[in-house]
């Protein structure tokens, strides 16, 4: 969508800008839910993603809670994601060959049971360590055929013109539940415990469930090929061999290998270095919420994708020193307030990196790319989480923490020197796609990357 030309959103007075303006603005941001189809599926995310932010947070309480170790903390962390790593290119060939609609039908259904058996075993007070390992275990199964599935189904729902608008909005919801989720869970945990958390996640499912089955939408398949180890390959290879593409998804790797263990560190940070327990422990994951969702908004009122790769490269380097400031600080609202642009960068960072691999993929391979970057995203974070959990036991979590976020800022710096190397490669792959799909390539032009 064109931005408004200033003739139309200044008024007679310098400096206020008009109502129309405000109003066009706004039709940016929330362009993609003028999709039937969008709208149910957002809708009924937001209610399912809160749900899951309590789950997230009373887990790693319970597991705390049980057992008092960092070094089970970060192995249920590793229990839940490594699935994801190993899976997820099975995940991205399903979405290529298959109905994305009922391949997502299918992960929500399967999330549910497991949500409900772990809330029936902790209110029977049966729960052990071990069955939260296996349900963390069986959970990343399902999420390695979720996430491609899911992520390749944005563009079914909204076209490619509006998908940008919908991958911002849906980390919006995501981030929007991740502040509702963790200040709920905080205080049932405190009052009533984990089990009820676990329950209402279950029943949250409901919601995402009823508004997939009313969706119209068509998700032919993509793959005409007759060997799925064939599919597999070729999403390797082509990432391989595609120099932007292969940039991106290191940058991704790198930051969710060191610097994203520090959530997985969060109840050490909020019982034994903030001495607040499990309802500030919420309450910063809450404030991380904030940031993302902000970081989120902010990609949402984009309206062309120039400029994305130099914003990367800022975020992650924000990401790192704002994670070294809250590794260091012993006051628990400014470490609240210092979570803030924790979230927003990485947020940032990670919105921004699926879009510009999404504006460069052919569809054909729009699932198994988007599995390499599950794996990039999801499937680094159990290594992390292992290896934060084992360094926290001997370092401490406050330099665990720092020694991610500086990584993180070479990451950064290494990207940025990446960045006239592959412009120009990035700028071919974009222009392509946006024909393969019906827009004029003078358009697209305008708005790639810069």
Not at 142 to 162: H, K, Y
Not at 188 to 193: Q, R, T
Not at 328 to 340: D, H, M, N, T
Not at 416 to 431: D, H, M, S, T, Y
């Amino acid at each position: 969508m064109a931005e408004p030309s200033s003739n139309s959103t200044i008024g007679n007075t310098p400096g206020i800008v008009s109502a129309e303006a405000k109003e066009s603005r706004w039709s940016v941001g929330m362009r993609a839910l003028k999709h039937r189809n969008f709208q149910l599926f957002f809708s009924g995310q937001l209610i399912s993603l809160t749900g899951t932010w309590m789950q997230t947070v009373a887990q790693s309480w319970l597991v705390y809670r049980l057992t008092g170790s960092s070094l089970l903390l970060g192995s249920v962390g590793f229990a839940s994601q490594i699935p994801v790593f190993l899976m997820a290119p099975v995940g991205g060939m399903a979405a290529d060959r298959f109905n994305r609609q009922r391949i997502v039908i299918a992960t929500q259904v399967a999330s549910m049971i497991l949500a409900i058996v772990l809330a029936l075993l902790t209110l029977t007070h049966m729960v052990k360590v071990w069955h939260i390992f296996v349900l963390a275990a069986l959970l990343g199964v399902v999420n390695a055929f979720d996430i491609p599935g899911r992520q390749s189904f944005l563009v079914d729902m909204v076209g490619r013109e509006d998908l940008m608008n919908a991958i911002a909005l849906n980390s919006s919801m995501f981030n929007g539940a991740r502040v509702v989720g963790p200040a709920i869970a905080g205080i049932l945990v405190a009052k009533i415990g984990e089990g009820w958390c676990f329950f209402a996640n279950g029943v949250s499912y409901i919601a995402v469930i009823v508004g997939l089955l009313m969706m119209r939408v068509d998700c032919p398949a993509r793959s005409k090929s007759d060997s799925p180890l064939e599919d597999i390959i070729e999403g390797f290879s082509w990432v391989s061999h595609t120099g932007p593409i292969r940039a991106l998804l290191l940058l991704l790797g790198v930051v969710s290998l060191v610097g994203m263990p520090y959530t997985v560190l969060m109840p050490v940070f909020a019982d034994h270095i903030l001495h607040g327990g499990a309802k500030a422990l919420g309450i910063l994951m809450g404030f991380t919420g904030i940031g993302a969702l902000f970081g989120a908004l902010t990609l949402a009122l984009r309206s062309g994708i120039k400029g994305l790769g130099k914003l990367i490269s800022i975020c992650c380097a924000g990401f790192g020193v704002s994670l070294i400031a809250f590794a260091f600080s012993k006051l628990f609202w400014l470490s609240a307030f210092l979570l803030i642009p924790v979230g927003f960068f990485i947020m940032l960072q990670m919105a921004c990196s699926n879009t510009l691999i999404q504006a460069m993929v052919p569809d054909a391979l729009r699932g198994r790319v988007m599995a390499v970057y599950s794996m990039m995203f999801m499937g680094m974070a159990p290594f992390g989480a292992l290896l934060g959990g084992a360094l926290a036991d001997r370092l401490g979590a406050p330099i665990t923490v720092a020694v991610g976020g500086l990584a993180s800022i070479v990451g950064a710096i290494w990207f940025g020197k990446q960045l006239p190397v592959f412009r120009g490669e990035a700028r071919q792959l974009i222009i392509a796609q946006a024909m393969a799909g019906g827009e004029p390539a003078e358009e697209m032009t305008a708005r790639v990357v810069q």
